[in-house]
């Protein structure tokens, strides 16, 4: 297992990490759960990415239970605010109140005293940038907080927010988490050049596409049974991906990742990691051979022409 700094920061976590946003809590056990996590743990995998709203708090309590046992200081934590967690007026956004008891209400759930990394789920229009950076300032002044960072959010609300921690004397953000992989790649243009110039690394989530980019939907044949793209409730995303035409292009995709002794899978969380602003690549597990597999993309060496190829082939 390979390990990057978050950005130009002085944390370091696995190229490869274990999300739990369709699973933790929902669609596994929590004894699934736990031999998932430490089987990452094993792999090498130390950032584990989990959200308040992740199947409303209970992917955070599932994690918990998950790493019971593991050493604390081995672990790199990441979990997110701004989604509505009750129909309360003020549970939600980023205002000083929210930010402050959803911190301490994620606390609790994963039964830990601080949290490595608190992003910020989504961007708040109708909060000002000084109210949400000081009370994430706070958090970390107060140990409660390592690090925190911004999840979807634009290269110019990227650029204003770090000016604002600069004005204010505070922590700047350390990372973003945004939707990256061969299919989509609109953060190149912009939101990766701002977060080079203010130390931001990317910390990217469906790096497969939600599963399409490991090669398992077929041109002209259904979703297999069990899987993502067969399930309505979580497959909201994925209808683009799931055309002929895609799916053509990703079948091409096998031969060139034969080529290179991997699956098309391990070839495509490489292709994200070829980009040094990508700290890691947030994937999700439904078993431990499942990934094994993922995780062996970070040992990857693979020549840029042969990025090139995928590139053409996708385009």
Not at 186 to 192: F, G, L, M, T
């Amino acid at each position: 297992m390979q390990y990057r700094k978050l950005g130009k920061w002085g944390i370091r976590v696995s190229t490869v990490s274990l999300g739990g946003w369709l699973t933790h809590g929902r669609s596994l056990e929590d004894d699934q759960t736990e031999a998932i996590v430490k089987g990452a743990f094993d792999l090498g995998i130390n950032f584990f990415d989990t959200a308040d709203v992740y199947n409303n708090g209970e992917a955070e309590i599932s994690l918990a239970k998950a790493v019971k046992g593991l050493r604390r200081d081995d672990l790199v934590i990441g979990t997110k605010c701004f989604f509505p967690m009750t129909p309360g007026v003020n549970d939600r956004g980023l205002g000083r109140k929210h930010i402050f008891e959803s911190v301490h209400h994620s606390l609790k759930r994963l039964r830990m005293d601080y949290v490595d990394l608190m992003q910020f789920h989504r961007f708040d229009p109708e909060t000002p940038m000084e109210e949400t950076v000081r009370a994430i300032d706070d958090l970390i002044r107060q140990g409660k907080v390592m690090y925190w960072g911004v999840s979807e959010w634009s290269s110019a609300q990227i650029t204003r927010v770090c000016h604002v921690a600069k004005e204010l004397n505070c922590c700047l953000p350390v990372s973003n988490q945004p939707r990256y992989n061969m299919l989509d790649r609109k953060i190149e243009a912009r939101v990766i050049p701002a977060s080079e110039q203010y130390g931001l690394g990317q910390v990217v989530f469906s790096p497969l596409a939600q599963g399409v980019l490991t090669g398992k939907y077929e041109p002209k044949k259904a979703p297999p049974a069990g899987s993502r793209g067969a399930d309505e409730s979580s497959n909201m995303f994925m209808a683009n991906d799931l055309s002929e035409a895609v799916l053509a292009k990703v079948k091409a995709l096998g031969p060139v990742a034969k080529e290179q002794g991997c699956t098309v899978g391990q070839l495509a969380l490489a292709w994200c990691l070829r980009q040094s602003n990508v700290s890691s690549v947030i994937v999700g597990a439904t078993s431990v051979k499942q990934l094994e597999e993922n995780a062996g993309a970070s040992d990857l060496e693979i020549p840029a022409e042969v990025f090139e190829r995928c590139n053409e082939i996708l385009a």
